[in-house]
C-alpha cells in the first residue's frame, strides 16, 4: 500500500469495526513528549554510554550510583514531560471501545508513566516504571521525592540500597503482565504497534501471537523497522499525527 491517506483510512476501518483493540507502543510514542527514545544517542554526560549496557543488573551491581543517577535523572524528566497527542488519543480510544463493549488494551514497554496520566486505565507496563523504587534485597517499595534526589544510590531508613522497579536486560518481565498481555494478543481484532524498533522480546513477540489468531496488524512509524514487511497496514508517520487522524476518521466511520 503506497499512499499514507488510503492506509489511515484503512486501519480507522478495521478499528472502527473492532471488539478488541491492542496497541503496543515504544519509546517513539513518548518522543513528541520529548523524551529521548532508546536508540537516539545519548548526550551530556551519558554521551558515552549505551543504554542497552546501562540497563542491566550488572551495571547496576558493577555501579549502583552511576546507574540510579541515570534513571533519577530520566525519572525527573519523565515527570515534568506531558502526554502528547498520541497519548490523550490512545486514552479516548479506549474511552470509545470500552463505552461500546469492547476492549482496549495498551502493552508498553515505556517506563514514563505518560499512559495512564494521559487517562489511559487498561495499561500493562511490561518493563515497569521510573516512579517505582525499592530495596534491593527486601523489595520493599519506597516513594521517591518528586526532585532530584541527591545521594547515589537511594538508601530505604534502614539503609539498604534501592533499585528502580524497571525489568533489566536479562530479567524477566512480570508473569502477571506476560500473561495479561498474551491474553489480550490471542483476542485482538487489530493490534497496533506504535513507535517501536521491535528489536526488544518479549515484547516484541506479541504481534505474532495476535496475527496467529487472526487479528489485522498495523505499524505506525516515521521509520521502517524488521516488522514492517510482516504487517497488514504500515502508517509511516509518527504517532502523534497519525493517531489523531486515525480517531477523526474512525469518528465519521
Ligand atoms: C527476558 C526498561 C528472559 C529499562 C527495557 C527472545 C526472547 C526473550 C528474550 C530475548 C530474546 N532475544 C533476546 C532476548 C534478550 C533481550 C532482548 O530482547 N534483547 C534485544 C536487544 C535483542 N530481552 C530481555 O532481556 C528481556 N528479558 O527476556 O528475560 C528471562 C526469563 C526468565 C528468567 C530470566 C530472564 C527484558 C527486556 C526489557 C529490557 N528493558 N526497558 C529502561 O527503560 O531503562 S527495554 C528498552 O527497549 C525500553 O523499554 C524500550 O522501550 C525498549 C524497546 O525499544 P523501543 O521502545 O522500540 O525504542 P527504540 O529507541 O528502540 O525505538 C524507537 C522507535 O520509535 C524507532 O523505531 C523510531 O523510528 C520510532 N519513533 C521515533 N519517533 C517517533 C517514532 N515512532 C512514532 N512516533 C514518533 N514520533
Redesign the pocket.
Known amino acids: 500500500m503506497s499512499d499514507p491517506a488510503d492506509a489511515l483510512a484503512q486501519v480507522a476501518g478495521w478499528l472502527a469495526d473492532a471488539r478488541s483493540v491492542v496497541a503496543l507502543t ?4 513518548s ?2 513528549s520529548q523524551i529521548p ?4 544517542t545519548m548526550d551530556g554526560l551519558w554521551a558515552s554510554f549505551d ?2 549496557q546501562l ?1 542491566t543488573l550488572e551495571a547496576f551491581e558493577a555501579d549502583p550510583a552511576l546507574v540510579t543517577r541515570w534513571y533519577d535523572e530520566r525519572r525527573v524528566r519523565c515527570a515534568v514531560a506531558e502526554p502528547n497527542p498520541g497519548h490523550t488519543t490512545l486514552a479516548a480510544m479506549e474511552r470509545t471501545a470500552t463505552a461500546r463493549g469492547g476492549s482496549f488494551t495498551i502493552l508498553t ?3 514514563d508513566g505518560l499512559h495512564r496520566r494521559a487517562g489511559s486505565v487498561n495499561v500493562l507496563e511490561l ?2 516504571s521510573l516512579f517505582a523504587w525499592r530495596g534491593v534485597r527486601s523489595g520493599e517499595a519506597a516513594e521517591l521525592p518528586d526532585g532530584p534526589i541527591e545521594n547515589f544510590p537511594p538508601r530505604l531508613p534502614s539503609g539498604e540500597p534501592m533499585r528502580p522497579g ?8 512480570p508473569n502477571d503482565a506476560i500473561d495479561a498481555a498474551f491474553e489480550a494478543s490471542t483476542k485482538a481484532d487489530v493490534f497496533l504497534s ?9 515484547a516484541a513477540g506479541f504481534i505474532d501471537t495476535a496475527r496467529d489468531a487472526g487479528a489485522k496488524t498495523v505499524e ?4 521502517e ?1 524488521p516488522l514492517t514487511p510482516h504487517v497488514d497496514a504500515s502508517i509511516r508517520a ?3 499525527e497519525a493517531l489523531p487522524m486515525l480517531m477523526s476518521l474512525m469518528n465519521r466511520a
Open positions: 515504544g519509546a517513539g510514542m518522543a513528541e527514545t532508546f536508540r537516539d543504554p542497552q540497563a514497554q515505556n517506563v518493563h515497569g524497571v525489568v533489566w536486560f536479562g530479567e524477566a518481565l506504535i513507535g517501536t524498533s521491535s528489536l526488544v522480546y518479549p505506525i512509524n516515521p521509520s523497522t509518527k504517532s502523534g
